[in-house]
């Protein structure tokens, strides 16, 4: 029974963006989604750094994915590979800088410009 209280106050804590932004690697809070056909790039911003992560449409099969953030001044930090479900996560300090990001999933991609200026 105090296992079971224990997790149900744990569990309460966490806010679903919070948790999804932990499980998958990403500090901060999510701040932009740049959707394309095949799947997404998110972003997420905390005090002084930018995170990127590319997220497959549909999960399962292995395919080839991508994700890069570039600080401006700066160069680009990326991942790139064979994945099922993610690219990344990839992070940059980005402290008063603008960052550009980009991520592919198979034959789609998507990219956005300079943003969190």
């Known amino acids: 029974m105090f296992t079971a209280a224990l997790w149900l106050s744990v569990g309460g804590l966490c806010t679903s963006s919070a948790a999804q932004a932990a499980t998958e690697g990403c ?7 740049v959707a394309f056909e095949t ?4 972003v997420y911003k905390s ?7 590319t997220v497959a449409r549909v ?5 080839r994915m991508a994700v890069s953030i570039q600080p401006r001044g700066g160069a680009p930090v990326r991942d790139a590979g064979r ?3 993610y690219a990344g ?6 402290i008063n800088r ?3 990001v980009k991520g592919g999933v198979g034959a789609g991609s998507a990219d956005s410009g300079w943003i969190l200026c």
């Open 89 to 94: 996560p990839v992070t940059v300090g980005a």
């Open 39 to 42: 799947g997404e790039v998110r």
């Open 27 to 33: 500090g901060g809070r999510l701040t932009r989604t």
């Open 59 to 63: 999960s399962g099969e292995r395919r």
């Open 47 to 53: 005090r002084n750094q930018a995170c990127a992560m």
């Open 83 to 85: 994945f099922t479900r």
């Open 98 to 100: 603008c960052v550009y």
